[in-house]
């Protein structure tokens, strides 16, 4: 059973468009991530999620909206898509208080 | 000072041979210290992390070392092996925030 799971692997989309990928886990947790790893491999957070809660919110352009239904979904919706979104973008979870995050495998997103 | 830098950005070692990967940190509030394996097309995945009321982990092959007073922290991969090479990434986790920031990665390959 998969832990993390993320759909669609693979997203190839045209500029200007509205897109979302989605999140889910299996594995109990209360605390949801999104990472975005650049061409260069840096991971860089860009939310989390605590039971539906938003308790982080680094500087990400507001075309970036993260959504979640319950603590074991988080999806990501982008819209207006521009060149310099594409990238891959992670989903992790974790438990509050506990310190191991477990990650997806990953959405490629490419922008044309 | 919520960075973690990561040396060096590559490494090539001989099989057998020993890998280290060094980390700084600055943020104190940082209370847990994961690393990170990532192979291409998957997501980051767990391979040892240690608290800083230790000085030492080793697991299996892999150590890791933690300096308090100086902020650091090292992986060392004892008899690197082909199948070690990936990209590794160390971490720092304020458990309290519920925030994992990692460092660059270290890109890693063992020559047969």
């Known amino acids: 059973d998969t832990a993390v799971s993320q759909t669609p692997k693979y997203l190839v989309t045209q500029m200007g468009n509205d897109k979302s990928i989605k999140c889910e886990q299996n594995?109990?947790?209360?605390?949801m991530y999104w990472y975005k790893q650049d061409s260069k491999k840096f991971l860089k957070i860009m939310f989390s999620?605590?039971?539906?809660?938003?308790?982080i919110n680094e500087t990400v352009p507001n075309r970036f909206s993260p959504k979640s239904p319950d603590k074991a979904h988080l999806n990501l919706h982008i819209n207006s898509l521009e060149l310099g979104d594409s990238a891959v973008y992670f989903c992790?979870?974790?438990?509050?208080?506990?310190?191991?995050?477990?990650f997806g495998q990953g959405t490629r997103l490419t922008v044309v | 000072q919520q960075q973690v830098k990561q040396s060096p950005q590559s490494l090539i070692v001989q099989k057998g041979g020993i890998s280290i990967i060094n980390c700084a940190y600055e943020?104190?509030?940082?209370?847990?210290f994961p690393w990170y394996q990532q192979f291409p097309g998957k997501g980051p995945a767990l391979l040892i992390a240690?608290?800083?009321?230790?000085s030492e982990k080793k697991e299996g092959r892999f150590t890791i070392s933690f300096n308090k007073s100086a902020k650091q922290f090292s992986l060392h991969i004892m008899d690197s092996q082909p199948g070690d090479s990936a990209t590794y990434f160390c971490?720092?986790?304020?458990?309290?925030?519920?925030?994992?920031?990692f460092g660059t990665g270290t890109r890693l390959l063992v020559s047969p």
């Open positions: 992790a979870s974790s438990l509050r208080g506990e310190s191991e995050a477990f």
């Open positions: 594995l109990g947790h209360d605390t």
């Open positions: 999620y605590n039971n539906k809660e938003l308790i």
């Open positions: 943020n104190t509030a940082f209370d847990y």
């Open positions: 240690i608290r800083p009321d230790v």
């Open positions: 971490a720092a986790v304020d458990t309290g925030f519920q925030k994992l920031v």
